[in-house]
């Protein structure tokens, strides 16, 4: 690891940002291209690694000098559209020894929305890979998202933050349960067939639900993951003509636009004549429209609510979070103190090799 460079994390989360604003700041994969490729070519960054999720999107920086949080912002508010006034009010950002903080508390599941859950440990590895593979980064960013990643498994396997396995998935079939009363008798579609899909059907099923249809925009891919638990497949071209059929919708698909006007739902809701529709949204940008929640008899959930069912037993849980930050924040520390002390003996010893036993 070659440091230190200057280090910043900057961005928009669920903490500041409601969903119905967070959303207009998700990133498409070209997005996020567009992005790394204008803050790259800002003289003050020279790796950038790009965290694009439901809850956040974050640009992590390094280089020779402070980047300048105003050109960060700058090149956001221009691939996302949105006003710059908007994203100064909106964002935070934290440098070097804290940024690593930052960093390792998401890896860990410490500063998600559903506090412990492991999703985003998954979605930080692939930002890395992603930003290996266009190169985006060099020696410094990697070996430290590597140290993030060690700190969550440390996090997850020595305390309890993660107790009652936190996942989408898990909470998405909590709430089914609720409503339902049991997964035997609903009929239930999954729009979207990427990994929050397949974990909630791995949920549902395991929970003991026995008729699961997937759709998709991948008809393959839709169709590999219904066979893992024999369920059924309906092409994405003509899901809409079936919805009338299902109790329990749930929605995870990366569309831009809402799939599932109000029009629409309050159609199937006639033809269901009126019987109950659960619909969950765990999509960002949001695949139904938010009206679609005064209709009768129609109970739409997003994933701000899954957030609250989640957090319900936090408090329970209050003290494994502060313990587990406590750590976080001295491996954080001793990372940022390694990091320097091996550029400062780089620097005034070139040729001497660096001691051992320096790491954690």
Known sequence: ??????????????????LDIRELFSLSQDDVRNLAERLLATEEIDEVVLLNTCNRVEAYLSGESEPDPEKVL????????????????????????????????????????????????????????????????????????????????????????????????????????????????????????????????????SRGARDITVTGRSFDRAEALARTFSGAVVPFETFRANLHFYDIIICSTAS?????????????????????????DVAVPRDVEPSVGALNQVFLYNMDDLADIANENLRLREQEVENCLAELKRRAWRTWLRSVRRTLFTKLSPKVQEPKGSGN
């Not at 305390?159 to 009363?181: A, C, H, P």
């Not at 109000?262 to 659960?278: C, D, F, H, N, Q």
């Open 74 to 205: 700058g090149a956001m508010a221009e691939v996302t559209g949105q006003p710059l006034d908007l994203l100064r009010k909106l964002h935070y950002s934290s440098g070097n020894s804290d940024m690593l903080v930052h960093l390792f508390s998401v890896a860990s599941g410490l500063d998600s929305q559903m506090i412990g859950e492991t999703e985003i440990l998954g979605q930080v590895k692939e930002s890395l890979t992603r930003a290996r593979k266009e190169k985006w980064v060099g020696k410094t960013m990697g070996p430290l998202f590597e140290r993030s990643f060690q700190a969550a498994k440390w996090a997850r396997t020595h305390t309890g933050i993660g107790q009652g396995q936190v996942t989408i998935g898990n909470v998405v079939v909590d709430l089914v349960t609720r409503v339902f009363g049991d997964l035997v008798s609903p009929r239930i579609l999954l729009v979207g067939s990427g990994e929050v899909a397949e974990k909630t059907a791995q949920s549902l099923a």
């Open 1 to 18: 690891m070659s440091l230190p460079r200057r280090l910043l994390v900057l961005g928009v989360s669920h903490h500041r940002t409601p």
């Open 256 to 280: 831009p636009e809402p799939l599932l006007t109000t029009e629409t739902v309050r159609e199937i809701s006639g033809k269901r004549r009126y019987a109950p529709i659960l619909l969950v």
